[in-house]
């Protein structure tokens, strides 16, 4: 196992891509080493010190990668501290409300109380109308969401200090 975090997300249209990369630069200037990659790219645990691993979220679903790895390496992440993000939500107004009570894919949720995660969230996400398909345009009209970038990168950034505070045992 080397010293280095891992960063690994699935992400669509590369919204969820930014924000993994984002939170790597952090955890990098905090004089820690980072790889960051997609989750079907991303090496095995056992390789890392710890792992961050997020998804943007469709329907109240993770991406398929990260939802993959995060089943099939459970057993190396339970003993590993482990980070847990989402990406999603567009829009405005109080974040709790537009989850709707949400806050992590159900299917993957016993998976996770297994890991044990040392934190999970959500962070609001982007909807960029240009990099979407006709369906997706035509669901967040349907569901009344907002296109933009509502993403908050104080925020992201913020959780990403508290992770290498965490990893150097402040």
């Known amino acids: 196992m080397s010293d280095k975090v891992l960063v690994a997300y ?3 249209h590369g919204m969820t891509a930014e924000i993994a990369e984002r939170i790597g630069k952090v955890i990098r200037g905090e ?6 990659a997609s989750a079907d790219r991303a090496g095995a645990p056992a390789a890392y010190r710890a792992v961050v691993l997020g998804s943007g979220v ?6 398929r990668a990260a939802a993959n ?6 057993a190396e992440l339970a003993r590993k501290p482990v980070w847990l993000f989402s990406s999603g939500p567009t829009g405005s107004g109080d974040l709790e409300k537009l989850l709707g009570g949400w806050s ?4 993957l949720q ?3 109380d297994r890991v044990k995660p ?3 969230v959500v962070f609001r996400g982007a909807f960029d109308a240009a990099k979407a398909t006709w369906f997706e345009r035509w669901i967040i ?7 933009g970038d509502f993403r908050d990168w104080a925020t992201i950034e913020s959780w990403a200090r508290d992770i290498a505070g965490a990893l150097k045992g402040k």
């Open 10 to 12: 699935a992400s669509k």
């Open 31 to 36: 004089g820690i080493e980072v790889d960051v």
């Open 58 to 63: 469709y329907a109240g679903l993770w991406r």
């Open 69 to 74: 790895y995060l089943r099939r390496h459970e």
């Open 104 to 107: 992590f894919p159900k299917g």
């Open 110 to 112: 016993p998976v996770a």
């Open 118 to 120: 040392r934190g999970i």
């Open 141 to 147: 009209k349907k569901v009344k969401a907002e296109a």
